[in-house]
């Protein structure tokens, strides 16, 4: 046996919409779909393991997958036809080096874990290499998908841990990462590689063990009545900083960074002038403890970033609650809590002791953290190597922001009680009413996808389709503009 990618389809036809009232803890699938194999395309290889990494080209009509020192091109309307793949393994003196530093034989591979598609069609791909990322670029051509084997350093690009998570977004030439920097996975980092490296400063106050959960692009300079700049934002969840708690507690956060930073002149030299974060919050009422983040997917009517929303899965942080959650969550209000909020600053307190308050003081100008846009620019400041070293400072102690995001209709969409969400897509399709819904597919850990949308402020599961069997978590949702994988 060996392990299999499965890929089924959801056709996204109108809806015909006859529903009952419900719980809404009990949301109860109107319709339930057993796993048989014949409801899939499947695809797998003998001895290759770990399928964790896809990427879609339609231009091209493949799926690209990356798996454990492998990269296939499949067939995306029968990704059991495999087109072409390209072996990527570790030498025999790169695993002995691992395996020196204390890692097993599993771990001192080649597991794929970034595949981006570049301007020009290439496509930019790292991997693990036996804890020594590395990334090069690939092309497909005539039916054959070739490395260039020009080994690029991946540090900060692409994980040295084959499982620990991480998130990465090319833009313009240009990756965008969030990772760990160093072999122990101690070294947080959210970079943007090329052409200026620029990355987040090593302070717990900035990133405390963090868990890197998603990333996207909002070009807000589009339109822009005050010259404002494009900007990427990082879900991700972070030990707090900011409570008294007797353990460790778990937070959710929203940071962003401004496309066009090039970091400080003197203070904050190649690191962010503008990450700024905030919690997120998806309030359940039976739990005490803040929900932890686990997937996101951005929503936009075309041609409009200021009508995008993200909807995100929550789960329990407490073994004793089994509700997962949706929430959505403007894109402007994460902006107005970002311009317009306050901050928190760390205060010491009794014997050394630190408690972050709201800070009450005066707020330089330039706005600590907030983008280059015709304000900075009429007081002269033309690029983030111009502002002053007050400004800098203050954010480079205070990122945190005092307010939390919260979601639309200050409650959650969907909680549901039992089986933990784990991912989530969303499309807009229309009804037999003639309206417009948003459809989400929300994958588990058991290896199901949940169809739910929200009919008059009620929320609605269809639809519940079983892929895996054995049950095993869904870790990759995709769409498609003909499928949805």
């Keep these: 046996m060996y392990p299999l990618v499965v890929v089924s389809f959801f056709w996204l036809l109108p809806l015909a919409l006859t529903l009952d009232a419900h719980s809404p803890l009990d949301c109860v699938p ?38 454990r020192e492998n990269i296939y091109a499949l067939d995306i309307n029968n990704i059991s036809n495999k087109k072409s793949s390209v ?59 070739t490395l260039e084997n020009k080994a690029e350093d991946g540090k900060g690009k692409c994980p040295f841990d084959p499982f620990q998570r991480f998130s990465s977004i090319m833009i313009d030439k240009t990756l965008y990462s969030a990772t760990s920097m160093n072999f122990l996975g101690s070294e947080p980092v959210v970079m943007r590689s090329s052409p200026s490296s620029i990355r987040t400063e090593f302070k717990s106050s900035w990133l405390h063990e963090p868990n890197f959960i998603s990333m996207a692009q909002m070009p807000e300079s589009r339109n822009s009545l005050t010259g404002d700049d494009d900007k990427v ?35 904050l030299q190649k690191k962010w002038t503008s990450f700024l974060k905030a919690r997120v919050d998806c309030p359940v009422l039976e739990s005490q403890l803040p929900y932890i983040i686990q997937d996101t997917y951005r929503w936009c009517e075309e041609g409009d970033w200021r009508s995008c929303v993200f909807y995100a899965v929550f789960t329990s942080q407490s073994d004793r609650v089994d509700l997962s959650a949706v929430c959505a969550y403007r894109v402007l209000d994460i902006g107005r809590v970002f311009s317009e909020g306050k901050y928190k600053t760390p205060v010491t307190v009794e014997t050394s002791f630190v408690k972050w308050v709201m800070y009450s003081g005066a707020v330089p100008s330039p706005r600590p953290g907030a983008c280059i846009d015709d304000e900075a620019r009429n007081q002269g400041i033309s690029q983030t190597l111009d502002l002053p070293d007050r400004t ?13 995001v919260l979601p639309m209709g200050e409650r959650p969409l969907l909680v549901r009680r039992g089986t933990a969400f784990t991912r989530i897509i969303v499309h807009r399709t229309q009804a037999l009413d003639g309206k417009k819904y948003h459809v989400m597919f929300i994958g588990t850990e058991v290896g199901s996808v949940l169809k739910a949308l929200n009919y008059d402020k009620e929320m609605f599961i269809i639809e519940e389709v079983q892929l895996f069997q054995p049950r095993e978590p869904i870790k990759v949702l995709r769409f498609s503009n003909t499928t949805v994988t």
């Design 392 to 404: 800098l400072q203050f954010i480079r102690d205070r990122p945190l922001m005092d307010q939390a």
């Design 233 to 267: 934002y990082l879900f991700f969840t972070e030990t707090a900083v900011e409570y008294d708690f007797y353990s460790k507690l778990v937070v959710s956060r929203v940071a962003r960074v401004c496309k066009g930073d090039l970091g400080g002149q003197r203070t």
């Design 30 to 67: 109107r319709k339930t779909v057993p796993y048989h194999r014949e409801n899939g395309r499947m695809f797998g290889e003998e001895g290759v393991w770990n399928y964790s990494t896809m990427l879609l080209r339609e231009d091209l009509g493949l799926l690209l997958l990356g798996a």
């Design 87 to 145: 072996s990527w393994k570790v030498t025999e003196k790169q695993q002995k080096e691992c395996s020196s530093k204390g890692k097993n034989q599993i771990e001192c591979q080649n597991y794929i874990r970034v595949l981006h598609t570049m301007e020009d069609g290439r496509m930019y791909v790292c991997g693990t290499k036996a804890f020594n990322p590395e990334c090069d670029y690939m092309s497909y051509k005539d039916g054959e998908l």
